[in-house]
């Protein structure tokens, strides 16, 4: 089964300054990896995805993530965060063949910028 | 934009009581899933729901849980005799396909057991 690591459960950081938020996964198959958000008193919407191909995706917003296989981490990033971009961010992954296909979530990080 | 709906946003219950937390899922949309998130826990899996019928459930989902689609547009899910550690919050999601497919989730159904 696969499983996901968000190792930060919270971010604090400074508005315009760059963010990272990580996110390790393990499985023994081809994966595909989510970024989720979840803006206060809302469900959750897709940042980007990673299906296969570029290994760097762009998604909503100024974000984009970084699939590295060696590594099995699939971090976020952002040069330069904005107030509104304070909300939770969850990683998630699926099996891209065979078995389940379900999204496995991270505990998710919360991102908070100030100003 | 279409978008996934949840009713009540907020419950509170008794404990041993049964509570019905219902979505609308995209209308288009061909697959459906329960999610909970204990406070401070992961988003946890379910069940999803296929072609009117379960087709994954987790270890989470047993007897005291069922799942239904009773006219075509609501999906709702059942808990039978609610617990202590049931107090989550439950998000519904919908998609398109599976796998590959991105979901889209409700904004959720805090649920309370006292």
Known sequence: ?115 | EPEVTQTPSHQVTQMGQEVILRCVPISNHLYFYWYRQILGQKVEFLVSFYNNEISEKSEIFDDQFSVERPDGSNFTLKIRSTKLEDSAMYFCASSRGRGRNEQFFGPGTRLTVL
């Open chain 1, 1 to 115: 089964a696969q499983s996901v690591t968000q190792l930060d459960s919270q971010v604090p950081v400074f508005e315009e300054a760059p963010v990272e938020l990580r996110c390790n996964y393990s499985s023994s198959v081809s994966v595909y990896l989510f970024w989720y958000v979840q803006y206060p008193n809302q469900g959750l919407q897709l940042l980007l995805k990673y299906l296969s191909g570029s290994t760097l995706v762009k998604g909503i917003n100024g974000f984009e993530a970084e699939f590295n296989k060696s590594q099995t981490s699939f971090h976020l990033r952002k040069p330069s965060v904005h107030i509104s971009d304070t909300a939770e961010y969850f990683c998630a992954v699926s099996w891209a063949s065979g078995g389940s296909y379900i999204p496995t979530f991270g505990r998710g990080t919360s991102l908070i910028v100030h100003p």
